[in-house]
């Protein structure tokens, strides 16, 4: 697990600036749960570079999925004032 983050820090600024990529990160690899993977997010229907099998040495696998979104931030609390025409 180890090696496998030290390597995706050594690639994730380069990933990260395609496109169609939205994501890096370490976990399991689809194949062999017993091995760790860079797993890395595409987004569904967008064109993005082709990803090699292996970084650095360590399994990449790919999830395809919608964009990411936080939901939530920039709600208002309170309510919003009310405009007065003068």
């Known amino acids: 697990m180890e090696r496998a983050a030290v390597v995706k820090e050594s690639h994730a600024t380069a990933l990260m600036s395609q496109g169609g990529i939205q994501g890096v990160g370490v976990g399991r690899s689809g194949d062999n749960p017993a091995e760790t ?13 082709e990803i090699p099998q292996l970084l650095g040495g360590v399994r990449t696998k790919i999830v395809e999925g919608d964009r990411f979104r936080a939901f939530g931030w920039g709600k208002e609390t309170k309510p919003a004032a009310k405009c007065v025409k003068k």
């Open 37 to 49: 993977a860079i797993v890395i997010y595409v987004i569904n229907g967008q064109t993005h570079p």
